[in-house]
């Protein structure tokens, strides 16, 4: 045997077990959640606890209804895509297609350092800057609130969506945009009606990145959105995640609610699934 096919053969053989130790990883960890999660699910009752407007997991009468939760992290996250999506994708396309060389390096330098800094960070400034600015600015109580979270994580979420949109829109073949610049098309009409749709499945993949950025965030909503189990009935109302009912919640707690936060978990896991299929599925149907 050759030596290059030995060798060859070994990096396939590496290749192969770290794929299939990912594989393993997730599906681990799948069962993990749901063998943890079920169990609350059946004593709670499961329309209880999807469509119950209530989590009070310390009272005399518990009651874990996680519906608040639900709809504030529908609410954040649609509202984090809705602000931050057209900034990032106007920006790639700028530094993409527009921009010269100096300037694109430079801001792909500076988005590479923003998207380094820890979410903390993030919620840190919200807590210092934003809230006080809300609270004075909409004469409110307190600046914590659904707002503050929607605007933290629109920011959190640019610089990855940049990063990957810029990297789809500079894998067009150039020779697409020759040939429209050619047949008299403005530059404009070349980029948004060529470019755009050349790299179409790169932009949606960085929208996908951008909603499970947002949808795993938990620290820096935490700081920033208040933390109490309210009913989103307004974006100035301070409001808790289903991150942030984890992670606030599970240092201390045991027995069913320890259960029934797994189940939360669950809940979580199967949203970003639904979430990744959905975009999958458009994004395969546009291509058929």
């Known amino acids: 045997m050759k030596k290059t096919d030995l060798i060859e053969k070994i990096i396939h053989a590496i290749f192969f077990v770290i794929g299939f130790l990912t594989v393993m990883c997730v ?45 504030t992290s529908v609410y954040g996250i649609s509202g984090a895509i809705l602000l931050g999506a057209p900034i990032g994708f106007m920006t790639a396309l700028y ?12 801001m792909q330098f500076a988005i590479s350092l923003l998207a380094g ?8 400034i919200g807590m210092l800057v934003l809230i006080p600015g809300i609270k004075s600015s909409f004469r409110l109580s307190d600046g914590a609130s659904l707002l503050a979270a929607i ?12 990063k990957m949109s810029i990297d789809a829109l500079d894998q067009v073949p150039k020779e697409y945009e020759h040939a429209s610049l050619a047949l008299g098309a403005t530059a404009y009409e070349t980029y948004f009606k060529i470019s755009v749709p050349a790299a179409r499945s790169g932009l949606v993949a960085a929208l996908v990145l951008g909603v499970g950025r947002a949808i795993g965030e938990a620290m820096a909503v935490m700081m920033v959105a208040g933390n109490v189990a309210n009913m989103p009935t307004s974006i100035f109302q301070s409001v808790r995640f289903l991150t942030t009912a984890i992670a606030s919640e599970m240092a201390y707690s045991s027995g069913l609610q320890r259960q029934a936060l797994f189940s939360i978990a669950l809940v979580l896991f199967l949203f970003i699934m639904m979430i990744n299929a959905i975009f999958n599925y458009f994004l395969k149907k546009d291509k058929d």
């Open 151 to 162: 605007i933290v994580l629109s920011i959190i979420i640019l610089p990855s969506m940049v």
């Open 27 to 71: 599906l681990l960890i799948t069962g993990y959640l749901i063998v943890s999660g079920i169990p609350a699910i059946k004593e709670i009752g499961i329309v209880n606890f999807l469509f119950g407007n209530q989590w009070k997991p310390t009272a005399n009468n518990p009651t874990y209804g996680i519906l608040p939760f639900i709809l």
């Open 95 to 106: 530094l993409s297609k527009f921009a010269s060389r100096k300037v694109k390096s430079i």
């Open 117 to 124: 800094i820890p979410s903390v960070v993030y919620g840190l």
